[in-house]
């Protein structure tokens, strides 16, 4: 006779939203996002919660909202000067619908800069918004050589090495 037994089942924890972000130091760096978080240039009088280093940032660029009900974020630009981009789509001063908020998902990418990726702006801000990323995730900056092949593995010979199976 086979005894039946109520069994628990637990999803893998939700990890806290966070960013990872690049500017101009080119060092990066990954915040937890905690609520609505305003976002902007690094200067003394700041009050800003995300500040960068970019002088194409503005003082009050653009703010992650967060939605209670739903737990997910949306980011809004404060109809900045050189705008905001969402996965590429343009958001600030001349986009259409102007103080609309994009929700968030996990890898999207928003970015203060130039449209085109392949000519960014020195002065260019990168921010990946994840739910992945591990709190004590160790992050590297790795320039880029193209005369040569890049390789990704846990090989010594790898370029890039990565410390997981």
């Known amino acids: 006779m086979e005894i039946q037994k109520t069994q628990y089942f ?5 990890r806290p939203a966070s960013l990872l972000i690049l500017d101009r130091d080119q060092t990066p760096k990954q915040i937890t996002m905690k609520g609505n978080m305003t976002f902007g240039r690094e200067y003394p009088e700041s009050d800003c919660d995300i500040r960068v280093e970019s002088q194409i940032t503005g003082r009050d660029h653009g703010e992650f909202v967060y939605d209670m009900q739903d737990v ?3 980011y809004v630009d404060h109809n900045s000067a050189n705008g905001s981009y969402v996965n590429g789509m343009l958001l600030g001063k ?3 619908g ?8 996990d890898g ?3 970015r203060v800069g130039r449209r085109t990726l392949n000519n960014p702006h020195p002065e260019a801000v990168l921010m990946i918004f994840s739910r992945s990323f591990a709190s004590d995730e160790n992050w590297n900056y790795f320039q880029m050589d193209f005369s040569q092949p890049i390789t990704i593995g846990r090989g010594e010979t ?3 090495r990565i410390n997981d199976l």
């Open 10 to 14: 637990s999803p893998a924890a939700v």
């Open 72 to 74: 997910s974020y949306s």
């Open 94 to 96: 001349d986009a259409p």
């Open 98 to 105: 102007n103080g609309t908020g994009v929700k968030l998902s």
């Open 108 to 110: 999207d990418i928003v």
């Open 158 to 160: 790898n370029r890039i």
